[in-house]
């Protein structure tokens, strides 16, 4: 589903605050530091718990595997001023048991001490501009965590409706991200429709 271009691990989304790459063996300390966090174990769906080294390896080496192959893209989340540093992760793969009939699944977290400053809006609308731009998918789904208001704004402000009834997942189409993005042509050539 993925050209080619997003399958070499020089690949890269650079937005005003940060360096979306592929997820590197660097990365395994901080990756098992944050994502071992209570309040992020508590609100990912992906991440396995216990999660420590071993599973942060096994993560940053199955998502390059993804990457490499195509079936999604899988990005670590960095500071633009600071590259090497991890601070969270954010990506679409293909549909996995569970999910609602879209074509990709987002997935996606941050580290407790980068919450608030709007980084992770930054990086999922990133994602989902470099999706619609670069692939046919019509549709994107996200879980979404019970009581995680702040994730539901954030997912909502990136363009996926939530409507009451939804409860365990969103789904933003392209006509949708369309809409939510009229003002990103400056910033990224969009599809012509």
Same mark, same amino acid.
């Given at each position: ?12 989304? +650079? ?7 592929? @997820?590197? $063996?660097? #990365?395994?300390?901080?990756? &098992? =530091? ?10 990912? +769906? ?7 080294? @071993?599973? $942060?390896? #096994?993560?940053?080496?199955? &998502? =390059? ?29 293909? =549909? ?46 996200t879980?979404?965590?019970e009581g ?46």
């Amino acid at each position: 589903m993925f050209p080619d271009l997003t399958r070499d691990d020089v690949f890269r989304i +650079e937005t005003a605050r940060l360096w979306l790459r592929w @997820p590197r $063996a660097t #990365d395994v300390a901080a990756f &098992a =530091r944050l994502a071992s966090e209570p309040d992020i174990s508590a609100i990912s +769906e992906c991440l396995p718990r216990p999660f420590g080294p @071993p599973e $942060a390896e #096994d993560f940053v080496i199955g &998502a =390059r595997r993804t990457n490499a192959e195509g079936r999604g893209i899988v990005l670590a989340l960095s500071p633009r001023n600071d590259p090497r540093t991890l601070i969270g992760m954010a990506g679409v793969q293909t =549909r996995c048991e569970g999910s609602a009939g879209a074509d990709l699944v987002l997935g996606y977290w941050l580290g407790k001490p980068y919450w608030g400053n709007g980084l992770m809006q930054e990086a999922i609308e990133a994602v989902l501009d470099m999706v619609f731009v670069i692939t046919n998918a019509a549709t994107i789904e996200t879980p979404l965590a019970e009581g995680n208001l702040a994730a539901r704004k954030v997912l909502n402000r990136c363009g996926f409706p939530l409507e009451s009834g939804m409860r365990e997942r969103a789904i933003v189409t392209r006509p949708a991200w369309l809409a939510a993005r009229k003002g990103a042509v400056g910033r990224i050539a969009l599809p012509q429709v």
